[in-house]
């Protein structure tokens, strides 16, 4: 990795401000935090911290207040189950920045979570003034957030300018070597399996991508899409007309690697349990829901060729079974090849956990739009701000 790593800097004795990524799904009211995946995410760093003897200012924003206080998006309840996960007290500040923060100054071993980032217009207009009021809580920076990396806000890029050293947290760095090990230096054959409803979505994912693996299977929605444009039938599938040009040209340019699917679930109405019939191309009428077996069948040879996979993703509409078989059985072919695997956040995620297979993933990202973002060959500005080694 050519940046620092929180693993290059002498932490003893020092204060740490570390972006962490806490934006967690809350019940209604704000008060009950229903996935604490995210927290769980960032323990190693935290605890890595500790270990090497620094006090310790974390950041985070949550949910979109608008650049005001919100009671229902306060961190305080993230506080609580921090640390009841930690086994260490967390203290909660009363803000982010200002002359009461700046007064609980952590002492090595403390840790002091900081209020919602956002409650702060400042923070997303990434100014000056604000960031060096949030530098002036810490004498070196990490950025753990890798989910926020593809944002230029004061906690990820202005603060930067106020530090000595700005390092990637241990989450951060482990993203980062999966994603450039993938992009820059694949295992070949190396494949990307895409799906999801937009092609509008993923067009610099595809076109960068296309650049560097040898096959590209395409399902989900934005299937129809790149079908419509050759002229097949579609019915009343989810499709994009206005990209039906870019979907034929990217056919044009790189069609020789994409892989569209031959048969798809079909259905009259889209809702769960819905009687369907598998079809080779989609009657008038009906919708495509879900890859069909033949086409479950060639994805996974080519996926148990693959040495390198990047899936991002699901392959019809996962959400609703029994139209999750596709997501499920690529999700079981990408685990079983025993290939160099990273999978992107969202849905694709859930598919593998659903499958049961998440232990055989080498790398399941936190990150949705930042690891898109990345694989479409874009400076991450979070990631590029750091210190280079």
Same mark, same amino acid.
């Given at each position: 990795?050519?940046?620092?790593? =929180?693993?290059?800097?002498?932490?003893?004795? +020092?204060?740490?401000?570390?972006?962490?990524?806490? $934006?967690?799904? *809350?019940?209604?009211?704000?008060?009950?935090?229903?996935?604490?995946?995210? &927290?769980?995410?960032?323990?190693?760093?935290?605890?890595?911290?500790?270990? %090497?003897?620094?006090?310790?200012?974390?950041?985070? %924003?949550?949910?979109?207040? +608008?650049?005001?206080?919100?009671?229902? *998006?306060?961190?305080?309840?993230?506080?609580?189950?921090?640390?009841?996960?930690?086994?260490?007290?967390? !203290? @909660?500040?009363?803000?982010?920045?200002?002359?009461?923060?700046?007064?609980?100054?952590?002492?090595?071993?403390? /840790?002091?979570?900081?209020? $919602?980032?956002?409650?702060?217009?400042?923070?997303?207009?990434?100014?000056?003034?604000?960031?060096?009021?949030?530098?002036?809580?810490?004498?070196?920076?990490?950025?753990?957030?890798?989910?926020?990396? %593809?944002?230029?806000?004061?906690?990820?890029?202005?603060?930067?300018?106020?530090?000595?050293?700005?390092?990637?947290?241990?989450? @951060?760095?482990?993203?980062?070597?999966?994603?450039?090990?993938?992009?820059?230096?694949?295992?070949?054959?190396?494949?990307?399996?895409?799906?999801?409803?937009?092609?509008?979505? !993923?067009?610099?994912?595809?076109?960068?991508?296309?650049? =560097?693996?040898?096959?590209?299977? =395409?399902?989900?929605?934005?299937?129809?899409?790149?079908? !419509?444009?050759?002229?097949?039938?579609?019915?009343?599938? *989810?499709?994009?007309?206005?990209?039906?040009?870019?979907?034929?040209?990217?056919?044009?340019? &790189?069609?020789?690697? &994409?892989?569209?699917?031959?048969?798809?679930?079909?259905?009259?109405?889209?809702?769960?349990?819905?009687?369907?019939?598998?079809?080779?191309?989609?009657?008038?009428?009906?919708?495509?829901?879900?890859?069909?077996?033949?086409? &479950?069948?060639?994805?996974? +040879?080519?996926?148990?060729?693959?040495?390198?996979?990047?899936? $991002?993703?699901?392959?019809?509409?996962?959400?609703?079974?029994?139209?999750?078989?596709?997501?499920?059985?690529?999700?079981?072919?990408?685990?079983?090849?025993?290939?160099?695997? /990273?999978?992107?956040?969202?849905?694709?995620?859930?598919?593998?956990?659903?499958?049961?297979?998440?232990?055989?993933?080498?790398?399941?990202?936190?990150?949705?739009?930042?690891?898109?973002?990345?694989?479409?060959?874009?400076?991450?500005?979070?990631?590029?701000? *750091?210190?280079? +080694?």
């Amino acid at each position: 990795m050519p940046k620092l790593s =929180i693993r290059d800097l002498d932490l003893r004795g +020092k204060r740490v401000f570390i972006r962490v990524d806490f $934006n967690v799904p *809350l019940a209604a009211g704000g008060q009950e935090i229903t996935s604490d995946k995210r &927290i769980k995410a960032s323990l190693p760093t935290i605890q890595y911290a500790l270990d %090497h003897g620094a006090g310790l200012v974390l950041a985070s %924003h949550l949910g979109r207040p +608008k650049g005001k206080p919100n009671p229902e *998006l306060s961190l305080k309840p993230v506080a609580r189950r921090l640390e009841q996960i930690l086994g260490h007290p967390v !203290k @909660m500040a009363p803000d982010c920045i200002g002359p009461e923060v700046e007064a609980i100054k952590p002492a090595p071993g403390e /840790v002091l979570l900081l209020e $919602n980032l956002r409650f702060h217009p400042e923070e997303e207009k990434n100014d000056p003034v604000f960031s060096k009021k949030l530098a002036a809580l810490a004498e070196l920076y990490v950025n753990d957030a890798f989910g926020s990396a %593809h944002r230029a806000h004061a906690s990820t890029v202005g603060i930067i300018a106020f530090m000595p050293k700005a390092a990637a947290g241990l989450l @951060m760095e482990k993203e980062l070597q999966y994603l450039t090990l993938v992009t820059n230096n694949p295992a070949r054959p190396a494949i990307a399996i895409l799906g999801g409803a937009k092609v509008s979505d !993923k067009i610099e994912v595809i076109s960068n991508l296309a650049k =560097i693996v040898e096959r590209l299977p =395409i399902g989900g929605a934005m299937a129809y899409t790149f079908l !419509k444009s050759q002229g097949q039938p579609t019915g009343k599938s *989810l499709v994009e007309d206005d990209k039906l040009e870019l979907a034929r040209n990217l056919l044009a340019s &790189i069609g020789g690697k &994409i892989m569209l699917p031959v048969d798809h679930v079909v259905v009259s109405e889209l809702k769960e349990d819905a009687p369907f019939e598998i079809a080779d191309t989609v009657p008038p009428g009906k919708m495509g829901v879900d890859i069909g077996p033949k086409t &479950i069948d060639q994805f996974a +040879k080519v996926i148990a060729g693959a040495k390198t996979i990047v899936w $991002n993703g699901p392959m019809g509409v996962f959400e609703k079974p029994p139209f999750d078989r596709g997501t499920v059985a690529i999700a079981k072919a990408v685990a079983q090849s025993g290939a160099v695997s /990273v999978v992107g956040g969202g849905d694709s995620e859930k598919a593998v956990k659903s499958a049961g297979v998440a232990d055989k993933i080498s790398h399941i990202s936190t990150g949705g739009g930042a690891s898109l973002e990345f694989l479409a060959g874009i400076t991450l500005p979070g990631v590029a701000a *750091l210190t280079d +080694k």
